[in-house]
Nanobody, 123 residues
Framework: QVQLVESGGGLVQAGGSLRLSCEASGRTFSSYNMAWFRQAPGKEREFVAAISRYGSSTFYADSVKGRFTISRADATNTVYLQMNSLKPEDTAVYYC????????????????WGQGTQVTVSS
């Protein structure tokens, strides 16, 4: 079973950038579909971006398309989320997740989750 640890969150001004990292344990990382979700206070967890195994396909929520980029480095068991042109509404706890099934936009397909990293965007 893979374990996930996120890092890279913090406080940034609107218009700024952050890069989140998610490091996975285990030797089968390349076989997992990976995703980022986020949850703002008082709101449900929502899909942000996903990348299929081996990085062949990527998917984005409409709210982040053109600003965020998901990528993976299988050699180091890491998935990244590059976030540019950040907005106050991007403020949330960001979670990394792994799925052996598909690069879905739906959280129930993901069986392993990290502990989350806080991203705060000030106006």
């Amino acid at each position: 079973q893979v374990q996930l640890v996120e890092s890279g969150g913090g406080l940034v001004q609107a218009g700024g950038s952050l890069r989140l990292s998610c490091e996975a344990s285990g030797r089968t990382f390349s076989s997992y579909n990976m995703a980022w979700f986020r949850q703002a206070p008082g709101k449900e967890r929502e899909f942000v971006a996903a990348i299929s195994r081996y990085g062949s396909s990527t998917f984005y929520a409409d709210s982040v398309k053109g600003r965020f980029t998901i990528s993976r480095a299988d050699a180091t068991n890491t998935v990244y989320l590059q976030m540019n042109s950040l907005k106050p509404e991007d403020t949330a706890v960001y979670y990394c997740a792994a799925s052996g099934l598909s690069a879905s936009t739906t959280s129930r397909y993901y069986h392993t989750w990290g502990q989350g990293t806080q991203v705060t965007v000030s106006s």
